[in-house]
């Protein structure tokens, strides 16, 4: 089997385990830095490697657009193409359509919209999106879906019954999944009926991995934690789960807890590009002068290439100025910082310890007394 999920220690609902790909295995639960363009921002393929990265993302709206999957495939793929050959999974574009760009239409067929680059009309179905992820070869691919408002009911619901009859087309356009293999996705914005009610649906379909979408996308963090608590309980326990778009530390560590296995998220690479570093203390927004002369790494005992070599001084000089290298030192520390943490609640839950850590880390991270 190119597929195969373990599970090796569960505490409480939180679990570690081991996801087998094609092109690797990635421990569990683990975070998959974006590749939005076919390359996550600052970072080569080496970089991410020596972050100990086991996953990267990418975009197929994006690379659909430029430079192609046609010419992709040319190259035999994305593996090939981006010189990243490790595990890959790419989202179904859906969610770039319909915050992206101006909808002319979208019908129970699928979205016709204009390109955000240079304004021409395109055309996304179900089976479209399917066609282009298979040419970009990715390991794990996923259904076409609509994602709502989180907390306009009504557009909710007609989203949640669209994105139930394309998670049908898209699985019978990939009926086979011993190469890449096709996650559906419980939609269902902050209602738990509705949540229940896709969870169900989907479930019945038998999808090798799921994943929790329209989440991140306005609500607040306690009403993202309620849909998590009324929403995983229903997902099958021997397959993955995978939230989509969060990676807050906190978030992280409140979903994992909870029992999710993969995250991805563009938050350490998009605040570096600002001047923010992740620290177990919170966030340093290094313009702010506090930082101007400070001598010590942005994290101490932190064994990044940046915090082993320059101050937070250097770092922020970096930053004023709006060096390259500021960007690249601050993504490498911050994808190394969700990384790390991730990696270590794994440790925690093979040891048992997982309260103790997300205790502690939570405590530190937002302050608490």
Sequence with gaps: MAFEFEILATDGNARAG??????GAIPTPVYAPVGTQATVKALSPRDLQELQTTLVLANTYHLHLRPGEELIQQFNGLHHFMGWHGPILTDSGGFQVFSLTEINQIDDEGVTFQSHIDGSKKRLTPEISIQIQEALGADIIMCFDQC???????????ALERTHKWAVRCQEAHPDNTVQALFGIIQGGIFQDLRAKSAEFLCGLDFPGYAIGGLAVGESKQEQYRALDYTLPLMPTDKPRYLMGVGDPDDLAE?????????????PTRIARHGAALTSDGRLHLKNAAYRSESIPLEEGCTCYCCQHFSRA???HLAITRELLGHYLLS????????QHVQQMRQAILGGTLRDYTDSFLRRYLQRD
């Design 148 to 158: 709502p408002p989180p907390r306009d009911r009504d557009i909710v619901q007609k």
């Design 18 to 23: 081991i996801l087998h790909t094609p092109h």
């Design 255 to 267: 979903a994992i807890t909870r029992g999710v296995d993969i995250f991805d998220c563009v938050t």
């Design 314 to 316: 250097y770092v922020r």
């Design 332 to 339: 490498m520390h911050n994808v190394h910082f969700i990384i």
